[in-house]
């Protein structure tokens, strides 16, 4: 029943995501708001709201290690397996400017939250800090986009922004209806991965920390890998790659800092001395493909694939060790 309940938990958040974001464009649309607002909020917010209510449920019914494992272990499948897979199908070109920007603010995101993190709880006050920081970033992204003039075109394709009003609700009573299944689906969807991560954690014998930074993690980054996905066969995954980093940094600096705000999570000693550094190295790892514009190729994206199942395998291995030295 647990795997039963996980898996639908993730057909309801992705769907219900998917509407909600959709709903949302649409009502922005209608209402006359530019391309450039729309993509910094709606689709910026909507998209992210999946992982968002999964770790807000995970904080408040006790399962921390869920919640920020949530956030540590999608940012460390996004950049090693969303990256490495694509780029083993068609090798990834690194050469926009967008790639450059959301490394550069990715990995000082990544250095503070680090920062927090050793402090061995995560309270009320770095939630403000965090949350400030991404507002900061938008406002950048804004005055940068309309600095440089960028196209409505430009503006969609950075922000996934659906086109020419392709799958996008027409009619109001439509709209309604997608924005009311998406904001009713969310909880429900996050309510059922908890309850089911947290049953396949006591029936394996392993930490809710262990199943946020797998399972969960990995289920809440199928979207960024349906993306990446798409873009490789299409022979254009250089596209996919800043909306990638940009969702990296959105899990730390919007959905850590509001469900921090909600309510304070302790930091598990083995993200400490362990997961939080691999997240690190994963942010670094990009660096140097970003700021020289160059190519993810196929050997480097089998690598970045092989550290990813590496880093599972000692997950649980270290977690097991971990349990096994506790008693």
Known sequence: MSYLSL????????????????????????LGIPSILIGLT??????????????IKAALTGAGGIAIGNVVGSNIANILFVLGLPAIIYPT??????????????????????????????????????FTLVVFFLAYVASHAFKSNATEDDIAAEFEIPSDGEGLPESSWTIAFFLLIGVCGLPLGAHFIVEGGTGIARNFGVSDAAIGLSLIAFGTSLPELATTMVAAFRRQPDLAVGNVLGSNLFNILAIMGITTMVTPIDVPEAFIWFDLWVMLIAALVIVPFAM??????????????VGYVSYLYFLFVADQAARAAHG
Request: a positive charge.
């Open 7 to 30: 898996i639908s938990g993730f057909v309801i958040l992705l769907f219900c995501g998917d509407l909600l974001v959709r709903g949302s464009v649409s009502l922005a649309l209608k």
């Open 93 to 130: 070109l690194c050469n926009q400017d967008v790639v450059r920007r959301n490394t550069g603010f990715m990995v000082g995101a990544t250095l503070l939250f680090i920062a927090f993190c050793l402090f061995g709880q995560l309270v009320f006050w770095q939630g403000v800090v965090l």
């Open 42 to 55: 709606v689709v910026a917010f909507g998209t992210s709201a999946p992982e968002l209510v999964v770790s």
């Open 292 to 305: 020289s514009r160059g190519t993810i190729t196929r050997s480097a994206g089998f690598f970045f694939v």
